[in-house]
């Protein structure tokens, strides 16, 4: 015989600081929670660039009500995985790490009982069961009252779609130069992402080249950059393709197509840093409509609440394919709009 499924008034999927802020603000609620992580906690965070620091102060990145204080002016990715594991220690939030969702369906039985009786299938008409994957394969199940979508924007990178994408020195991701020193490298992408990169590498030694298919480097590239990655490109240190763009990759070479017709660059390594889609697979099963053109899940910013009673969303997967639009800075606060409906409405 199996176990009983869990049950819990709030089962959150993804576990970066959005969803850890969640879950405080549940825990402060006295309501009961689960958290999921496919990664380890704040998973996207541990995927940045080791070196890398934040534009944002401490303060502004604080979550829970507890401090965040770094010896700099601004705290670094190593800063940022310590505290964000201190909060949740600190809350004793119970996050299931390394553990997948693979559906979020509503209780057949429950929603049945209340259609029967003609009653509207509300709030307290749904009951939400949550199945996850654990490392071993084992799947587990939870029954929650209500679900928060916080999955972030690290787990779909935007992909070019051309033959050899999957080989195994091609990277949807930067971490850090010390693999590439003297190696002859080709960066896709012309955002912060593939900049940061591009003078990373090159004080690795690396022999870096740059394909983007506009004109210039995206409009968002911090100022403070642009200047000096302009500047190792008039002297010849970075080499780059505008208005160019990858239609095939070897296990030795990225081929181009640009202004002079097709080229061949020489590569060991390729880092596609093309930016990442919305995760919205779970919120498409369930039936919460996507704007085809924004791709923001319907949703009511005051409460974060989709048209599913009991379906939120917290976090950067409220703003579609424009991640600029939230940060951890003003998304952190989605948990205290989420737990505020859901208790108001219990």
């Known amino acids: 015989m199996s176990d009983a499924p869990l049950q819990v008034d709030l089962a959150i999927v ?65 800063d940022a995985l310590a505290y964000y594991r201190a909060v949740a220690s600190h809350y004793d939030l119970p996050v299931r790490q390394y553990e997948s969702v693979v559906a979020i369906t509503a209780t057949a039985l429950e929603r049945r009982d209340a259609e029967a009786q003609g009653e509207h299938v509300g709030e307290e008409s749904y009951r939400w069961t949550v199945r996850s994957l654990m490392r071993s394969g084992r799947e587990r199940v939870v029954e929650a009252r209500a679900v928060c979508v916080a999955t972030g924007y690290f787990g779909r990178p935007n992909k070019l779609g051309v033959s050899g994408e999957n ?31 591009a003078l990373e590498l090159l004080r690795a030694e690396a022999k870096v080249q740059m394909v ?40 030795e070479h990225v081929v181009i197509e640009g202004p002079e017709g ?28 996507i704007d085809a053109v924004t791709g923001v899940p319907q949703h009511v910013p005051a409460t974060m609440a989709t048209p599913l009673p009991g379906v939120y969303l917290a976090g950067v997967i409220a703003s579609g394919f424009d991640a600029n639009k939230i940060f951890i800075e003003n998304g952190r606060d989605h948990g205290d709009l989420i737990v505020a409906h859901l208790t108001s409405t219990s």
């Open 167 to 197: 080989l195994p020195h091609v990277q949807h991701g930067y971490t850090e130069g010390h693999s590439a020193w003297r190696e002859p490298v080709v960066i896709v992408g012309g955002g912060n992402s593939a900049v940061d990169a």
């Open 14 to 78: 993804g576990a970066g600081p959005c969803g850890l802020a969640a879950g405080v603000a549940a825990k402060r609620a006295g309501l009961s929670v689960v958290l999921y992580d496919r990664g380890p906690i704040v998973s996207g965070i541990a995927q940045y660039p080791t070196y890398m620091t934040f534009f944002s102060t401490g303060e502004r990145l604080s979550i829970g009500g507890l401090p965040f204080v770094v010896a700099g002016e601004k705290p670094s990715r190593r």
């Open 262 to 289: 097709p080229s061949r660059i020489e590569a060991t390594q390729v880092y596609l840093l093309t930016g990442y889609l919305p995760e919205t697979e779970l919120l498409a099963d369930l039936g919460v409509p």
């Open 212 to 251: 983007h298919f506009g004109e210039d480097f995206d409009r968002g590239v911090k100022p403070w950059v642009r200047p000096v990655v302009a500047n190792r490109i008039h002297d010849g240190s970075i080499v780059a393709h505008f208005q160019s763009r990858v239609v095939e990759i070897t296990p």
